[in-house]
């Protein structure tokens, strides 16, 4: 059974850091791109951040370029994204996603194209 977890998110002021982690498990790990997707209140699904199979292919939403850092330990079978100077925007549910293959368009990952989701992780930050 293929399951993500994410780790726990939590509430942090602006301007602050946070690093989600999530770990797969029933699938083979370092085969698969592993990516972040968010879903604020009221909004749809967005990509934030993906990684190829070695973590040298890296894709950022325009967003999150320069704050936020997405790396992976395939010998932990996790994937990391590390949150800088966030900012009440940045206020969602965070998603871990998990694909064979996939194009990117425009540099962005489509939702279409994971095979596998997390259940999700809220972060807020607060003004």
């Known amino acids: 059974q293929v399951q993500l977890v994410e780790s726990a998110g939590g509430l942090v002021q602006a301007g602050g850091s946070l690093t989600l982690s999530c770990v797969g498990s029933?699938?083979?790990?370092?085969?698969?791109?592993m990516g972040w997707f968010r879903q604020a209140p009221g909004k749809e699904r967005e990509f934030v951040a993906g990684?190829?199979?070695?973590?040298?292919?890296?894709n950022y939403a325009d967003s999150v370029k320069g704050r936020f850092t997405i790396s992976r330990d395939n010998a932990k079978n996790t994937v990391y994204l590390q949150m800088n100077s966030l900012k009440p925007e940045d206020t969602a549910v965070y998603y871990c996603?998990?694909?064979?293959?996939?194009?990117?368009?425009?540099?962005?990952?489509?939702?279409?194209?994971?095979?596998?989701w997390g259940k999700g992780t809220l972060v807020t930050v607060s003004s």
């Open positions: 990684s190829n199979y070695g973590g040298w292919g890296i």
């Open positions: 996603t998990a694909a064979s293959d996939l194009v990117v368009v425009g540099g962005k990952w489509r939702s279409t194209d994971i095979q596998y």
């Open positions: 029933g699938f083979t790990f370092s085969t698969f791109k």
